[in-house]
């Protein structure tokens, strides 16, 4: 391992840039610590980046750059038991393929596979699922290299307050080497996909959620129209859609029609209102089936800011109406749908879903239009409710307003105190979010 010179880093929606004094490719755990050492001696601070996938902050490195792209050993994978390690900076996809090739797989996912493993726990990645919860409840144990250099682990029953606070520490208790998954067998999701009304969708919700083992929908802004997702276990064979079919939905209506359109309202947002109605009715229904992750995961080529909030369940159907209200309020044209997923409740304690069934409401502009005031508007009326942000995603809150809505948040700031008392971890984003 040794530092290379200093290269500016930013993130895949280009929102966050940073040119740090060092980057460092470490190769094994123990070089981790070294650069950790290393970092103190000349009094710069430490972040791990990932594949940049967070629309916030929080990779940005402006001391000591560590790149995972070297931690990416599978070090043991246990079939009887389901728990398989890996180092810190696998990307998904490739978990992923190497869980399949045991008959393993995970629980529950989010909607994309680019992330590093790492990257994807600490900021609480999540799908949907009405028994299936988030990554950070499917971790068995972590590996972090802490402040002072010393390497621990954490588990339920070793450290577990540690292991409650890091599994979504989003880097500031320590950098995570290595994670231990809790894994299910491989399984066959059967995905039914069907364009609803607004109206009957929300009128719906309670019943899609307790018939389906993952429920969520997409509303398209200034339409009628919503398209639902509904995600089953089925015995097989897998019947996945024909290789032109998948290439016409996901690549080519999804991505490449989709990101023209993005083009046009950039240039033209007053056709945003058309242009959805349009998309709306091109994503018909269909049903297929598969593994697992080729069901919960699509391919994502337009580039997008985004921001999302964790909400009480209970307060979904009245908050979605007070969203759409905005709509008929304010002046905004958005092109991109609004995403609704479901969580139950989670014991990881910066988790968004942490201690209470959870609705994530999340929403999107073009990576190249103003996201300002619909951001804005949108974050009034969740934190309105309680709204906890993703950590990933772009928000304005910070530690007097978190504090109010994690019951353990001062638990964390605590050991936080305790294990990086000169803030070796810190970047603009955990002052933000953690204060100093």
Known sequence: MSPTSSQKWQNWAGNQQVTPRRV????????????????AADGLTVRMVGTGHSFTGAAVAEGTLLRPTALTAVRSVDTASGL???????????FNRV????????????????????????????????????????VEALELVLADGSVVTCSRDERPELFDAARAGVGALGVV??????????????????????????????????????????????????????NNRVDGPAKPLSTFKGWLDDQFLSNTAFGLLQHVTHRAPGAAPFINGVSAKALGARTFSDTSYKVFTSPRTVRFKEQEYAI?????????????????????????????????????????????????????????????????????????????????????????????VYPRFNDFLALRDQLDPERRFLNPYTRQVFGT
């Open 24 to 39: 460092v490719t470490p190769r094994t755990t123990d070089e981790v610590a070294g650069a950790v050492r290393s970092a």
């Open 84 to 94: 398989v390690t890996v180092e810190a900076g696998l990307p998904l996809h490739e």
């Open 99 to 138: 869980l399949d090739e045991h008959g393993l797989a995970l629980a529950n996912m989010g909607d994309i596979q680019e992330q590093t493993v790492a990257g994807a726990l600490q900021t609480a990645t999540h799908g949907t699922g009405r028994d299936a919860a988030g990554f950070v409840s499917q």
């Open 177 to 230: 080497t290595a994670i231990t998954w809790r894994t299910v067998p491989r399984f066959i999701l059967e995905a039914r996909e069907e364009p609803m009304t607004w109206d009957e969708v929300l009128s719906r919700i309670d019943e899609f959620e307790a018939a389906n083992e993952h429920f969520e929908f997409y509303w398209f802004p200034h339409t009628e129209g919503c398209l639902t997702k509904r």
């Open 312 to 404: 009480p369940r209970e307060q979904l159907v009245p908050t979605l109406r007070d969203l759409r209200g905005l709509f008929d309020k304010r002046d905004w044209r958005i092109s991109f749908p609004i995403e609704v997923r479901l969580l139950p409740a989670e014991d990881a304690w910066l988790s968004m879903a942490y201690d209470r069934p959870s609705a994530f409401i999340a929403i999107h502009v073009y990576h190249r239009d103003p996201h300002e005031e619909y951001f804005e508007g949108v974050e009034e009326l969740m934190t309105a409710v309680g709204g906890r942000p993703h950590w990933g995603k772009m928000h304005t809150r910070d530690a007097a307003y978190l504090e109010t």
